[in-house]
């Protein structure tokens, strides 16, 4: 049984990536003890400042068990898994078993321990091409890849296991995240970068050559696609709220993150131009198979249930601080290795 006095552990699987560090730091800043565990397969060693880092796989429960028993979590928030659509198509059985058999050897290893609340990492991606903008909740969901077929299959799963064992869950759909905390040494750092906002930004640093558009042939005021971006400090800010909803809501919920207005590629571009004072090479390469035209999140529920009100709410704010930790590491080394101290 626990005492007053034992740390407020959450286990954060994937908590070495990308946004995985934010949410580590906002739950430092909000008096819970992250308890990292990531494979690093993609993320970093050095961006686990908040609390232990465990390595394992999810798929092995017998690690799993070890580190429940060890640090006794009250609740996990589960951001481990692949991300780049593009690479589910071409290999979905890596992502099906990455991102659905993984999370089910997790869910078990939280009931055999006793761990009845989970925040999973969700995605527009669930919703597909959209019938109405902004996007609901309620949205149905018709993924286009793998990739969004995989958050899709476990939201449903937890729904069920909400049903059948008690878990309590929120599931987070996440639309583009973007930024980097101020004066936190943590920001984008992916071994092979597929998101839009660091590949403008490695050339304006002239890491590469230019930038390439996919598809200038789409319904919108510029032709370029049009995407909502979302602060990854909001976004982390949102799995602390979720933990909040955890102590009083029971059964499996869903919120939408986003900033509720759209950007172009185009207008990405033009603010990093602004944003950095740097030229941009831009040039035009055929639209992907299955990409919409527009994504934009409604948040309203997210706001009214959650409370979470994003502070970094315009594409200047993102990308300005998206380039303040491009220029002081990134730039260091390209390959993003280790930050500079």
Same mark, same amino acid.
């Given at each position: 049984?626990?005492?007053?006095? /034992?740390?407020?552990?959450?286990?954060?699987?994937?908590?070495? =990536?990308?946004?995985? !560090?934010? *949410?580590? #730091?906002? @739950? %430092?800043?909000?008096?819970?003890?992250?308890?990292?565990?990531?494979?690093?397969?993609?993320?970093?060693?050095?961006?686990?400042?908040?609390?232990?880092?465990?390595?394992?796989?999810?798929?092995?429960?017998?690690?799993?068990?070890?580190?429940?028993?060890?640090?006794?979590?009250?609740?996990?928030?589960?951001?481990?898994?692949?991300?780049?659509?593009?690479?589910?198509?071409?290999?979905?059985?890596?992502?099906?078993?990455?991102?659905?058999?993984?999370?089910?050897?997790?869910?078990?290893?939280?009931?055999?321990?006793?761990?009845?609340?989970?925040?999973?990492?969700?995605?527009?991606?669930?919703?597909?091409?959209?019938?109405?903008?902004?996007?609901? /909740?309620?949205?149905?969901?018709?993924?286009?890849?793998?990739? =969004?077929?995989?958050? !899709?299959? *476990?939201? #449903?799963? @937890? %729904?069920?296991?909400?049903?059948?064992?008690?878990?309590?869950?929120?599931?987070?759909?996440?639309?583009?995240?973007?930024?980097?905390?101020?004066?936190?040494g943590i920001g984008e750092a992916h071994p092979h970068e597929t998101h839009l906002v660091p590949l403008v930004l490695d050339a304006a640093a002239g890491i590469r050559p230019f930038i390439e558009i996919f598809g200038s042939d789409f319904s919108t005021p510029d032709r370029t696609c049009i995407r909502d971006y979302v602060h990854v400090s909001d976004l982390a800010d949102a799995h602390v709220l979720a933990l909040s909803r955890l102590d009083q809501a029971i059964g499996a919920e869903s919120f939408n993150l986003g900033s509720e207005t759209g950007a172009s590629?185009?207008?990405?571009?033009?603010?990093?131009?602004?944003?950095?004072?740097?030229?941009?090479?831009?040039?035009?390469?055929? #639209?992907?198979?299955?990409?919409?035209?527009?994504?934009?999140?409604?948040?309203?529920?997210?706001?009214?249930?959650?409370?979470?009100?994003?502070?970094?709410?315009?594409?200047?704010?993102?990308?300005?601080?998206?380039?303040?930790?491009?220029?002081?590491?990134?730039?260091?080394?390209?390959?993003?290795?280790?930050?500079?101290?």
């Amino acid at each position: 049984m626990r005492t007053p006095e /034992e740390p407020r552990r959450i286990l954060v699987t994937g908590g070495a =990536g990308y946004i995985g !560090a934010h *949410v580590c #730091r906002a @739950l %430092a800043a909000s008096g819970f003890q992250p308890v990292v565990f990531d494979n690093l397969s993609h993320g970093h060693a050095w961006a686990v400042r908040w609390g232990p880092l465990e390595t394992g796989d999810l798929i092995d429960g017998a690690r799993l068990d070890e580190v429940f028993r060890q640090y006794r979590p009250r609740a996990v928030i589960h951001l481990a898994g692949l991300i780049a659509a593009g690479d589910s198509v071409i290999d979905p059985g890596l992502f099906y078993h990455n991102n659905l058999a993984a999370t089910l050897t997790l869910l078990d290893a939280m009931r055999s321990n006793g761990v009845d609340r989970l925040v999973f990492s969700s995605s527009a991606g669930v919703y597909g091409e959209p019938e109405t903008i902004p996007i609901p /909740e309620s949205h149905p969901f018709r993924p286009v890849n793998p990739y =969004g077929a995989t958050k !899709a299959m *476990v939201e #449903r799963v @937890l %729904a069920d296991f909400a049903t059948a064992y008690g878990l309590r869950s929120v599931a987070l759909r996440y639309f583009n995240a973007v930024g980097a905390a101020p004066d936190s040494g943590i920001g984008e750092a992916h071994p092979h970068e597929t998101h839009l906002v660091p590949l403008v930004l490695d050339a304006a640093a002239g890491i590469r050559p230019f930038i390439e558009i996919f598809g200038s042939d789409f319904s919108t005021p510029d032709r370029t696609c049009i995407r909502d971006y979302v602060h990854v400090s909001d976004l982390a800010d949102a799995h602390v709220l979720a933990l909040s909803r955890l102590d009083q809501a029971i059964g499996a919920e869903s919120f939408n993150l986003g900033s509720e207005t759209g950007a172009s590629v185009r207008q990405v571009i033009d603010m990093a131009i602004k944003v950095t004072e740097r030229p941009i090479d831009a040039r035009m390469s055929p #639209r992907r198979a299955g990409d919409p035209a527009i994504l934009v999140a409604d948040s309203s529920l997210a706001k009214s249930v959650l409370g979470w009100r994003p502070v970094y709410a315009t594409l200047e704010q993102q990308i300005s601080t998206a380039w303040d930790w491009h220029k002081r590491y990134r730039l260091v080394d390209s390959r993003c290795a280790a930050p500079a101290s």
